[in-house]
């Protein structure tokens, strides 16, 4: 009998166990990167509102070629202008800087190849829409630059118009009478100091006037205080009308004005007291249809080689003043 040998055993196939490693780990990079991608995307979609929010301007430029190289969303909100453009031409910056601010704001930004960082450069912009809005600008620089590579300077210009706008106010309020617009009385003789001390330091002539309203507690008294307030208003007004640009004008008593005339002399004063007295006088009052006249009287005072001080000028304009009270009013009286 003829025994049939045993057919080879069939190989089995390849196990995949040793594959399923790779697959599951290549699934999970992808995982993983998907998830790099999409917090990546979240944090550009972060930054970006965070740009597009903040009230300030971020900015690079080439150094030596002035050129653009980024400007944050603000740029277009504050400045009016397209970014495309500023990209495009590079002195439409400083083309938007207010005139009387341009060399300032060029001279300051210089100061970064020295120093590193600048701070606090305010200057004033004009908008698109002819609107004057005030920046503070920042900038720095790496002063460790890579020798052939470009410098980069880079920096952030905040608004900060409404800031300065009260600051201004502020300023005003401390240094104005809220009555006349004029100097107040510490404002005033805060200038008039210096005044007198480069009169003094220069050689150059100073006058110091004194004015005072005559028989003012009887306008007061006989028309009410609302009526003597539009005296002063009025008169505070023709002063800062005769005097010259320049001069300084204030309200340092109640119905008590002062003038300090820089680099006018004794003849030239004496023109503008009696200048000022006359349009005074030809100021016209009313009081229900009842008219009436106002009048000052004056002390002037020039600068001498005796006068040490600012104070022995206004004592001398103040003792005159009060000789015009003495001779008759309405008068100027040089002492």
Known sequence: MVHETDSPTATPPESTDASRPTAAATLLALMHAQGE???????????????????AVLWAIEWETRRVLYVSPAYERIFGRSASLLLAEHRGWRDSIHPEDQQYAEQSLAQVLELGAVEDRQYR??????????????????QQATPGKPLIVVGI???????????????????????????????????????????CAQGLPLAFLLLDIDNFKAINDTYGHLEGDQVLLRIAESGRGVLRRGDLFGRIGGEEFAAVLPGCAPERAMQVAERLGQEVRQLGFSHEGRPYGVTVSQGLANLTAEDATLDSLFARADAAMYEAKRQGKNRVIVG
């Open 125 to 142: 912009i004009i908008t698109a829409d002819g609107q004057i809005r005030w920046l503070s600008d920042k900038c720095f620089t790496n």
């Open 37 to 55: 991608v999409e917090r990546l995307s979240e944090r550009e979609q972060l930054l970006s509102s965070l740009l597009v929010s903040v009230n």
């Open 157 to 199: 210009a905040e608004d900060i118009t409404e800031k300065k706008h009260l600051e201004l106010e502020l300023q005003r309020l401390a240094t104005t009478d809220v009555l006349t617009r004029s100097s107040n009385r510490r404002h005033f003789f805060e200038c008039a100091h210096h005044e007198f001390e480069r009169a």
